[in-house]
């Protein structure tokens, strides 16, 4: 024992030993208090279901159109805590199903969700577990794009005319059964309620089949510029003067001309047919001379809108002489017609009689008369006449002895008007004479106004 004891290997080698039973000792004393007062070592078990992870798809996207496919799956994962928590947040792990084998077959088929990148002590459900998909001849087809819109929001009175798009063409790629089920393909307009003029946009591409319901392909390109011309009905009328009022003493309304003579009005086509002019009231009760007026014109009723609101009258005015004066020049020219007659008599009982007598019956006289009144006939009891002149003159023909005793009293001119309507019109005069006489008129026609009278 003692030469044990001297050996310095021996001694070493039993430190070493005591040392490992004191450390196995301690540490197994430490375990049996954990346990007594509660702690584990097991680890922490935690489960999370991650919602809307998206899902790749691998096939040949140029031959092959997939339908069916979600967008995206819920997974859940359980493992420990710190695991889950991790991939929750970082989402660095895929689900996918590939579809990539080169002799796929064309159809209908159950695949099933797969996952990739996911910590290996984790494990994962995914939701649903599977999908039926159907694997299509992918198939690229060129259509007309049919530009359409809501007509109920047009202003009152307008109207569209075809729209225009451009391109004119689009192409449209998807499964070739879906394809084939493409009815139309058209591109919808958005309109403000009330619109009034031309409008242009972009507007999406939709392709639909025959019962309008949208189907799923790819549009190229997906919008396309449209242009919708919108208008509204128009015509052009005329635009009358009507007098209103009565002119002031002495003052005769010569004419009326307005500026401009027509207006374009605006409006349904079934309401236009009915407008062929516009009345202007002019009032002439204030007028003292030649003027111009300004005057608002009416809008009809069933007009939207006109080219123009106001135009004005150019008013041609007369003075004209009171009845008084009028005789009073009438009495002067009657005299000097008297004594024009008594001087040529004289002159005339001067010569030979034989003489005389030959003169007689070669010699043709003429005499003037003035301001003989034009009469009307034919006018109905409802209408009411201005004449333009009120008065004539006419130069008499004939032999002395018949011109002689003619006075304006034996002299009747007159104009019919029982064939004309309301409005102007230039009319021509008839004359009466006394036999034997040749006759001629300053002016063979008259210019006659006539309007209805109004109603009291």
Do not use: C
Not at 122 to 127: K, N
Not at 190 to 204: C, F, I, M, P, Q
């Amino acid at each position: 024992m003692d030469k044990l004891m001297a050996n310095k290997w021996f001694v070493r080698i039993a430190s070493f030993v005591i040392a490992v039973l004191l450390f196995i000792s301690a540490n197994f004393e430490l375990q049996s208090d954990k346990k007594s007062i509660g702690f584990s070592t097991s680890p922490d078990i935690a489960t999370e279901t991650i919602e809307n992870v998206p899902v790749e798809v691998y096939y040949d996207m140029e031959n092959l159109v997939v339908s069916g496919m979600p967008d995206n799956v819920d997974v859940t994962l359980k493992g420990a805590r710190a695991l889950v928590t991790a991939a929750k947040n970082q989402r660095d792990f895929k689900v996918y199903v590939d579809l990539s084998d080169p002799n796929i077959t064309i159809g209908s088929r159950t695949v099933t969700f797969k996952i990739s990148d996911l910590n290996e002590k984790l494990v994962a459900t995914i939701e649903p577990e599977y999908v039926e998909v159907n694997i299509q001849e992918r198939v690229t087809k060129e259509f007309p794009v049919e530009a359409e819109y809501d007509p109920s929001v047009l202003a009152d009175g307008y109207s569209a005319e075809p729209p225009t798009v451009s391109p004119q063409t689009v192409k449209v790629t998807g499964a070739k059964e879906t394809i084939e089920q493409i009815s139309y393909v058209k591109a919808m307009i958005g309109l403000n309620k009330g619109v009034k003029e031309t409008v242009s946009g972009k507007a999406t591409v939709r392709a639909l089949d025959r019962n309008l319901n949208n189907l799923d392909v790819v549009i190229e390109p997906a919008s396309v510029n449209v242009t919708l011309p919108i208008s509204i009905p128009s015509k052009t009328v005329k635009i009358n003067a009507v007098q209103k009022g009565k002119a002031k003493d002495g003052i005769q309304i010569k004419s009326l001309s307005v500026n401009p003579k027509e207006v374009t009005v605006y409006g349904k086509e079934e309401d236009l047919k009915n407008i062929n002019s516009i009345n202007v009231d002019v009032d002439i009760s204030k007028v003292t001379g030649n003027t111009e007026l300004e005057v608002k014109l009416p809008q009809p009723d069933d007009v939207k809108k006109m080219s123009v609101s106001t135009v004005k009258v150019k008013v041609q005015t007369d003075h004209v002489v009171d009845e008084e004066e009028k005789e009073k020049e009438k009495e002067k020219e009657d005299q000097e017609q008297e004594e024009q007659i008594e001087q040529d008599e004289e002159e005339q009982t001067q010569e030979p009689q034989e003489q005389q007598e030959e003169e007689q019956e070669v010699s043709v006289e003429s005499k003037k008369l003035t301001n003989l009144i034009i009469g009307i006939t034919g006018l109905d009891e409802n209408q009411e006449v201005e004449v333009e002149p009120k008065t004539t003159d006419i130069t008499l023909m004939g032999a002395s002895q018949d011109l002689k005793n003619i006075t304006v009293n034996d002299i009747v001119v007159t104009a019919d008007v029982s064939q004309l309507t309301e409005g102007k019109h230039d009319v021509p005069l008839s004359v009466k004479v006394p036999d034997n006489v040749e006759w001629e008129l300053s002016s063979s026609t008259a210019t006659v106004s006539i309007t209805q009278k109004e109603e009291t």
